[in-house]
């Protein structure tokens, strides 16, 4: 069965520390991996990771794939309390439809 | 920016009744997609749609759920018969391309009483 899995499944720090939340995978047809932000409901989109972009950057925000590892991490620097939200990461595969497999969750909490 | 934008916010329903989940997708994607969120469990996978047609499901959409692009802006699931257990918060999301970056709605919490 197609898994992914994140860890840790929650992190509690203060506003200016650094996090590396990490997410394995175990898919049949690996296509890409993304990162979502989900506050209080829609997952917004962070980052796509795929074979021909394997970093991602954005402000304090960056995203590796490691395809020999199955896994990925998601590094945020300076943190804020408003970084505070789950970050759900999903494994897309080259189904027919494209389906995204999502882990857990990381349960993020910066206190001030 | 272009969103995805899903109708009504929050249904409650009792059991046995039909649910109709509304979701406007942002207007020039192609791929549109449902999943659902039990309270406290990993987003599910339910079903994707393109050119008028499901191009895959998952086991969770069995005969009871239904999808349907209804006019040229408005992607809609059916939930038939409802059960205790479809009680989740249930998003819509679209892309551009086939394995494009889906984009996901503020949600329906579908609540079945």
């Known amino acids: 069965e197609d898994k992914v899995v994140q860890s840790p499944l929650s992190l509690v720090v203060h506003e200016g520390d650094t996090v590396t939340l990490n997410c394995s995978y175990e898919?049949?047809?690996?296509?890409?991996l993304l990162w979502y932000k989900q506050e209080k409901k829609a997952p917004t989109f962070l980052f796509m990771l795929?074979?021909?972009?394997i970093e991602k950057k954005s402000g304090r925000l960056s995203s590796i794939l490691d395809k020999k590892e199955l896994s990925s991490i998601l590094n945020i620097t300076a943190t804020q309390t408003g970084d505070s939200a789950i970050y759900l990461c999903?494994?897309?595969?080259?189904?027919?439809?494209?389906?995204?497999?999502f882990g857990e969750g990381t349960q993020l909490t910066v206190n001030p | 920016e272009p969103e995805v934008t899903q109708t009504p916010s929050h249904q409650v329903t009792q059991m046995g009744q039909e649910v109709i989940l509304r979701c406007v997708p942002i207007?020039?994607?192609?791929?549109f997609y449902w999943y659902r969120q039990i309270l406290g469990q990993k987003v599910e996978f339910l079903v994707s749609?393109?050119?008028?047609?499901?191009?895959?499901k998952s086991e969770i959409f069995d005969d009871q759920f239904s999808v349907e692009r209804p006019d040229g802006s408005n992607f809609t699931l059916k939930i038939r018969s409802t059960k205790l257990e479809d009680s989740a918060m249930y998003f819509c999301?679209?892309?551009?391309?086939?394995?494009?970056?889906?984009?996901f709605g503020p949600g329906t919490r579908l609540t079945v009483l």
């Open positions: 999301a679209s892309s551009e391309f086939l394995w494009g970056t889906q984009y």
């Open positions: 898919v049949t047809n690996f296509r890409s």
């Open positions: 795929t074979s021909s972009g």
């Open positions: 999903a494994v897309g595969e080259e189904t027919s439809g494209s389906r995204l497999t």
């Open positions: 207007s020039n994607h192609l791929y």
């Open positions: 749609f393109y050119n008028n047609e499901i191009s895959e």
